[in-house]
């Protein structure tokens, strides 16, 4: 088999604004690149009519995200949040040293915190729970003994 290395993951989002915001300056993404893309190879490649759509690239810690915002055909809404059970990806996850610190930052943000689903292992020192970026996709939130 050939050499692979992972490009990126595509997150569609509603207002490429407020999911740029999100990613950059609450979770810390740096801003790579962006491309207005649209025409017939972009409609074949994705399976859509008349596709035309921004991609924003954002990076951290060697993880690339692209941000889909699409003009044309618009974008369709599933279950919010996904059911982690639903077939697909199905979520961001993320370390942070200071859980109780970091989702004090998210709340002044007005983050989406999903509060029911907060877990502690006192056993192993690990501390998680799920928040959501403003189109509802779920982010798990880790912070393990030690940071």
Known sequence: MGQLCVSHIGI?????????AFYRDCLGFEHEHELEIS?????????????????I???????RIELLHFEEPGHRAGDV???LNQLGLT???LRVDDLDAFLSELAAA???????????SPDS???AIFITDPDGTLIELVQQHGG
Do not use: K
Request: proline share 4%; charged share 30%; aromatic share 6%.
């Open 12 to 20: 569609c989002v509603s207002d490429w604004r407020r999911s740029l």
């Open 57 to 63: 690239y954002l990076t951290r810690d060697g993880v």
């Open 110 to 120: 007005d983050v989406a915190i999903v509060d029911a689903t907060r877990v502690e």
């Open 39 to 55: 025409g017939e190879a972009a409609s074949t490649l994705l399976r859509l009519d008349d596709v035309e759509f921004r991609a």
């Open 81 to 83: 949040p996904r059911p």
């Open 91 to 93: 979520h961001l996850s």
């Open 125 to 127: 020192g690990t501390r």
